[in-house]
């Protein structure tokens, strides 16, 4: 039997389940942001050793940095829970009001030439960011990735075949976002993440940020 197309071509919705939402905003303030954060970052640096955790290579501060990143880190903490907190609802609310409120911890990482962050995900926390304060000078290379959680399994029996969308953009297994100066990036703490090495003259410089989510207290009688 042979099979024919039509005179008319189908109609077709692709639908998008699941969300895993990936926010990318930029602040009013951002460069002002940046470069405040700048000076706080790398005067702390020639005073800490740092920490070692997914970085490889390079600086990764204490998770304090509310403490020691003065005026400009309070502002880019509240700017971030605020869009954390436009996109975050409690379906079961009493009367509006919400049983969690958000803490957060921040911390920096500054990245020579070569350095990167393994794939990891950031336990503990409901929303992960990342604000980026220098590329590096390299506007090619020093990604951020995202890992689709369903892999290695939608590679197993095809490896070669992925997905399309309706405007024929392959979709594979890993999102990436190019880092720009002043540019905050939001995304599910559960979603393992990594960053790849630039190849820039100078320094990449970040600023990580962990929502958490807290029981809130009681509410007020009366």
Known sequence: MTVTGGSAAPQ???NRL???PLIEVRLPGADRLVSALKQAILARRAA???VRRSNIHG????????????????????????VCGRFTSDVNAAKGQS?????MEMWANVSPAGASNQMHAHAGSFWSASFYV???????????VAQDPRFPMIRMVAPDLVFTDETG?????QFRVRPEPGKLVIFPSW??????PHKGPGERISVAMNVLALPAGPPPEG
């Open 48 to 50: 800490s050793p740092g």
């Open 134 to 144: 220098d590329d590096g000078g390299d506007g090619e290379d020093g990604f951020f």
């Open 169 to 173: 953009e392959k979709q594979m297994s």
């Open 59 to 82: 600086w990764h501060s204490d998770i304090e940095m509310l403490d020691w990143g003065g005026e400009a880190a309070i502002e880019l903490a509240r700017e971030t829970m605020q």
């Open 99 to 103: 049983r969690w409120q958000m803490g």
């Open 12 to 14: 077709i919705t692709v």
């Open 18 to 20: 699941f969300a895993t």
């Open 191 to 196: 979603l393992m993440h990594a960053v790849r």
